[in-house]
């Protein structure tokens, strides 16, 4: 790659942002029946995606890699933070606290209508719990979500993860020297992996908190602005356009691991994954990324430019927000039943569910999130 890194938008990773989304859609979609019976079909497809839920770690990678990018391209602007967080606010802020408001509304107004078609019988809350997710404070305590709550706000820690990011991240990159950053954020990586050992070891923490606190997930964000720093670098650009066979060796290395994970430690919450299968996640991605975007001639950036993978990331952040209500509620409506592939009518309910999430959120792109996205993008740096 000569000069600098391309300030157009690359569009592969829109691509990867799509993969991602198909990742946690077949992950929750094949993961909410539960277990199946052992030697099953089922059961092979389950496992089959039993590290779906890594796409997290993948859409950490991306945000790292993005917003660190921007933030160090325009770290002198006299506009630096009224722009960043102008331009986030839109983007992120008004569709989730829809999400969350419609929520109170209905419970509020219908929580005996939800108890009398929920699958579990349970009046939703309306406590804490929910009013933590107003402020981004979710995966700072341990929340009792149970319910219809469950599936509207038991995926949605990761955006505290991010937001939380956002908070930090202009400030570090603006007071931080370039030539010192990057031995930061490799603290910051390494600081994540021993929070984690800590937690999980010696504190005895639940383990879903280790899953889910921001000092113990930062790396993968970390790992992404490192990502951005070296297609920045002068140095990195030389090193990358000739190592690139070198980068995908490293790649098969990584994906050893991954295969390890999966046979032996694929669960979230498992030993392994928890100590530095997290950041090993990161690592195999933002290389993946890397990869994308340095060789765009390439099979990987051919392939992450299909259109359906294209579309899906264009509404990644709606159908993340909405498909798990989706599904649940149309099993309810339908089936009188929670979500379940194992038979013809609760697969084609799944697939109605994953159509009908998608089209909201096109239509949400269309009349809500896009025109207030190019509201936040007239704030110019």
């Not at 770690?57 to 660190?68: K, P, Q, R």
């Not at 770290?75 to 722009?83: A, H, L, N």
């Not at 297609?231 to 000739?242: F, I, K, M, N, Y």
């Not at 159509?355 to 704030?379: D, M, V």
Request: proline fraction near 4%.
């Amino acid at each position: 790659m000569a000069g600098s890194f391309p300030k157009q938008r690359l569009i592969e990773l829109d691509g990867l942002r799509g993969f991602a989304l198909v990742m946690i859609l077949a992950f929750h979609a094949v993961s909410q029946e539960g277990e199946y019976p052992a030697g099953t079909f089922l059961a092979y497809l389950q496992r089959s995606v039993a590290m779906g839920w890594t796409a997290l770690d993948l859409f950490f990678i991306l945000s790292g890699f993005l917003i660190g990018g921007i933030l160090m391209d325009a770290r002198d602007s006299p506009s630096y933070f009224k722009t960043f967080y102008a331009r986030r606010f839109f983007r992120i802020v008004p569709v989730y606290f829809a999400w969350v408001l419609l929520y109170v509304l209905l419970v509020t107004f219908a929580a005996d209508e939800v108890v009398k078609f929920s699958n579990t019988g349970l009046r939703p809350p309306l406590n804490f719990s929910v009013w933590s997710h107003f402020l981004f404070l979710q995966n700072s305590f341990n929340l009792r979500l149970y319910g219809l709550s469950g599936a509207w706000f038991g995926h949605l820690w990761s955006l505290a993860v991010e937001e939380q990011f956002y908070l930090v991240a202009p400030l570090v990159v603006r007071l931080i020297p370039p030539r010192h950053l990057k031995w930061i954020l490799g603290t910051i990586v390494l600081l994540a992996i021993l929070a984690r050992i800590y937690f999980r070891f010696i504190l005895h923490v639940p383990v879903t908190s280790i899953t889910t606190r921001t000092v113990c997930r930062m790396d993968a964000l970390a790992v992404g602005v490192l990502a951005a720093i070296l297609v920045r670098s002068e140095t990195g650009r030389r090193w990358l356009d000739r190592h690139l066979r070198e980068l995908r060796f490293l790649l098969v290395a990584l994906a050893v691991g991954v295969v390890m994970f999966f046979l032996f430690s694929y669960g979230s919450i498992n030993r392994g994954m928890q100590s530095i299968g997290f950041t090993w996640m990161a690592a195999f991605y933002a290389v993946v990324l890397l990869l994308a975007v340095q060789n765009r001639v390439g099979w990987l950036a051919r392939f992450l430019r299909n259109p359906l993978l294209l579309e899906l990331g264009s509404v990644s952040y709606c159908v993340y927000l909405i498909h798990l209500v989706v599904n649940v509620s149309l099993h309810a409506l339908l089936l009188r039943q929670p979500p379940r592939i194992s038979t013809l009518s609760g697969i084609l309910i799944t697939l109605l569910a994953l159509l009908i999430a998608y089209a909201i959120a096109k239509l949400s792109w269309i009349y809500f999130e896009g025109p207030l996205h190019r509201r936040g993008q007239a704030f110019k740096y």
